[in-house]
Structures are given as C-alpha cells and as structure tokens.
C-alpha cells in the first residue's frame, strides 16, 4: 500500500557502489508492479538501512544479490550474509509477467514465495526461468555498467571471497 503522505509520483533508486564496481546505478522502481515490496525498499532506504550493505551472492551471467540490513552490513560477519532481513513483516509475492531480463530488479526469498523481506538483486543477463517466481521490483536506468563490474562470487551460490563491493550510499529519488 503506498503511504498516505508520499505522492503518486515515479519512485526510484540512486546507489553509490564502491568497491571494484564504482559509480552509481540508478533503479526505477515499478509501483504498479509491486507496490508493497517498492514500499519496503523505500521505507529501508530512507531510514538508511541500506548504507554499507554489501553484495554477499553475486553469480556471473546471472545477478548480484544485496539487501541484507541485518548481517550484510560491511565489516560484518560475512558467514551470515545473506540469512537475515528487516525488523519488518516479510512481504507477500506480487508476481507478474515482467520478464527477468538483464537490469531487471527482483526481492529476493527463501523457499516461501511471501518471504521476501529487505534482499533484492539485479540481472547480468536474462533469467527467464525467475519469471513468475520473484517480484520484480525495478529496472536499471542508468548505470548497468557499474552494475556489471560488481565483484563476482565463486562456486556455485556465489559467496563473495575478501572484500564485497558495498552499497555506500541508497537514496530514494522522484
């Protein structure tokens, strides 16, 4: 539900990233696709929960995964990273048919598809096999090139060895 007091204006995302990747990426956030989940990443960006958040997961070809506001914070305890999320209620799925292609923003979930809480990631290249799976939440409107410099995971989930990138800073924009 949109809050009462925020206009019915276009939403969306400036992020700082450092690390490998540097520069910023811009997001536009899709309310008519999933109002309550672009809720909930605009209500934890603008309390700064997302400042110095890392990308934990990120998979060549597929997607870099952040979000985690309760262990993903940098100079964390990495082992942890991405098992936890917000203080708030997870989020039932608003699936639609938006296809997952590259730049797509999704939340990411546990095994429970309303499980969705704080985590979302974004596509290197198209993940059809996600459609109707994830909510997707956003597209990449500017700065995909950052995006695809993030620092790469190994092995098979992606588990980011040494230092991750961070998401310095996340601010909401109109």
Do not use: C, W
């Given at each position: 539900m949109r809050h009462p007091c925020?206009?019915?204006?276009?939403?969306?995302?400036?992020?700082v990233v450092?690390?490998?990747?540097?520069?910023?990426?811009?997001?536009?956030l899709l309310e008519d696709l999933a109002p309550q989940h672009v809720e909930r990443i605009t209500t934890l960006a603008e309390q700064g929960a997302y400042d110095g958040v890392v990308f934990h997961r990120v998979i060549d070809g597929f997607m870099?995964?952040?979000?985690?506001?309760?262990?993903?914070k940098e100079g964390g305890d990495m082992s942890r990273a991405g098992m936890g999320g917000s203080d708030m209620p997870d989020v039932p799925a608003e699936f639609s048919d938006t296809p997952f292609d590259k730049g797509v923003v999704g939340m990411a979930r546990a095994?429970?598809?309303?499980?969705?809480?704080?985590?979302f990631f974004i596509m290197?290249?198209?993940?059809?096999?996600?459609?109707?799976?994830?909510?997707?939440?956003?597209?990449?409107?500017?700065?995909?090139?950052?995006?695809?410099?993030?620092?790469?995971?190994?092995g098979g989930n992606g588990?980011?060895?040494?230092?991750?990138?961070?998401?310095?800073k996340v601010t909401v924009t109109e």
């Open positions: 925020r206009p019915a204006l276009a939403t969306g995302l400036e992020i450092e690390g490998e990747a540097n520069g910023t990426v811009t997001i536009d870099a995964q952040t979000g985690d506001v309760e262990f993903g095994q429970n598809p309303d499980s969705a809480n704080s985590q290197f290249d198209e993940g059809h096999f996600l459609n109707g799976q994830y909510t997707v939440v956003g597209r990449v409107t500017g700065g995909q090139d950052v995006v695809d410099a993030i620092k790469r995971g190994t588990a980011i060895e040494g230092t991750p990138d961070v998401m310095r």
